[in-house]
């Protein structure tokens, strides 16, 4: 089955820096990569995803990046906002239909 | 336009009694997945609903078990309950075809003592 790593567990930056936010996965079939932000207590909302067909794409302070040949993908944040702290996850899916997901990266943005 | 939503969204068990939690999907959606996120974890896919039959299974024992209506709405259900099925329980409907991104409700806290 399919395995996604994520790093780092946790990220911690300063108000206006960027982040950067690293998945690998192990299923070459897999070929939709959405991320999610999960706030304290509430539920994963999905903020940005990517196919296979498509290297990058952005959504304002947002992009995700994907490398199918070292099967890894990146979210990026720019202009981070104490807003934007959250548990952030990737996941990946394919011909199962089954997104896995990564185990979270804990974002801490500091005024 | 209603979201995700379930019910209950707390829930206090006692070890080998059992649950059963609910979920409708979001207007349009008609697959019904479930997940078991565990604290400090990501979610844990416990099965998928598809024209109320299950389509998929992730690696959780028999004790789980669902069901989709034709109106899509779905439960889960949990028998012998375990300490270990403390967690947040998620469901996620997502429209028709493959790959379509998933919504997710808001989650049932289920707490076993």
């Known amino acids: 089955g399919e395995n996604v790593e994520q790093h780092p567990s946790t990220l911690s930056v300063q108000e206006g820096d960027s982040a950067v936010i690293k998945c690998t996965y192990s299923?070459?079939?897999?070929?939709?990569f959405p991320w999610y932000k999960q706030e304290l207590g509430k539920r994963p909302q999905l903020i940005i995803d990517?196919?296979?067909?498509?290297g990058e794409k952005k959504d304002q302070r947002i992009a995700v990046t994907l490398n199918k040949t070292a099967k890894h993908f990146s979210l990026h944040i720019t202009e981070t906002q104490p807003e934007d702290s959250a548990v952030y996850f990737c996941?990946?899916?394919?011909?199962?239909?089954?997104?896995?997901f990564g185990r979270g990266t804990s974002l801490i943005v500091h005024p | 336009d209603a979201g995700v939503t379930q019910s209950p969204t707390h829930l206090i068990k006692t070890r080998g009694q059992q649950v059963t939690l609910r979920c409708s999907p979001k207007?349009?959606?008609?697959?019904v997945s479930w997940y078991q996120q565990a604290l400090g974890q990501g979610p844990q896919f416990i099965f998928q609903?598809?024209?109320?039959?299950?389509?998929q299974r992730g690696n959780f024992p028999d004790r789980f078990s669902g069901h989709q209506f034709p109106n899509y709405s779905s439960e889960l259900n949990v028998n012998a309950l375990l300490l270990g099925d403390s967690a947040l329980y998620l469901c996620?409907?997502?429209?028709?075809?493959?790959?379509?991104?998933?919504?997710f409700g808001d989650g049932t806290r289920l707490s076993i003592l």
């Open positions: 996620a409907s997502s429209g028709p075809g493959s790959n379509q991104p998933q919504h």
């Open positions: 299923d070459s079939a897999s070929n939709y």
């Open positions: 990517i196919r296979s067909n498509v």
């Open positions: 996941a990946a899916s394919g011909g199962s239909y089954i997104p896995t």
């Open positions: 207007s349009g959606h008609d697959t």
């Open positions: 609903y598809y024209e109320e039959e299950e389509r």
